[in-house]
Nanobody
Framework: QVQLVESGGGLVQAGGSLRLSCAAS????????MGWFRQASGKEREFVTG????????AYADSVKGRFTISRDKAKNTVYLQMNSLKPEDTAVYFC????????????WGQGTQVTVSS
């Protein structure tokens, strides 16, 4: 089981950018998929984006396509979420997660980082 720690959240104006980081401690195997989820106040947690550790294949929720980019640095065991053209509706707690299999169930979670976008 990997331990995940997110950082990089904060307050930004609409149209601005933020980059979130997720540092993984422990071995990240080639079969892993890493993902970002978010949960807005009063709403259910939703998938934002994911990336396969080995090949770097990605998937995005329709709501963030063209604005958010996920990437990973294998040497640093870190996953990044670059968020551009932020909207107030992107306000949420963002969680990093890991799945031991390719696009499988996510079973390791970080503590979350708050992203607030002001209008």
């Amino acid at each position: 089981q990997v331990q995940l720690v997110e950082s990089g959240g904060g307050l930004v104006q609409a149209g601005g950018s933020l980059r979130l980081s997720c540092a993984a401690s422990g071995r990240v195997f080639s079969s892993y998929t890493m993902g970002w989820f978010r949960q807005a106040s009063g709403k259910e947690r939703e998938f934002v984006t994911g990336i396969t550790w080995s090949a770097g294949n990605t998937a995005y929720a329709d709501s963030v396509k063209g604005r958010f980019t996920i990437s990973r640095d294998k040497a640093k065991n870190t996953v990044y979420l670059q968020m551009n053209s932020l909207k107030p509706e992107d306000t949420a707690v963002y969680f990093c997660a890991a799945s031991k299999t390719t696009w499988g169930t996510y079973d390791s979670w970080g503590q979350g980082t708050q992203v607030t976008v002001s209008s």
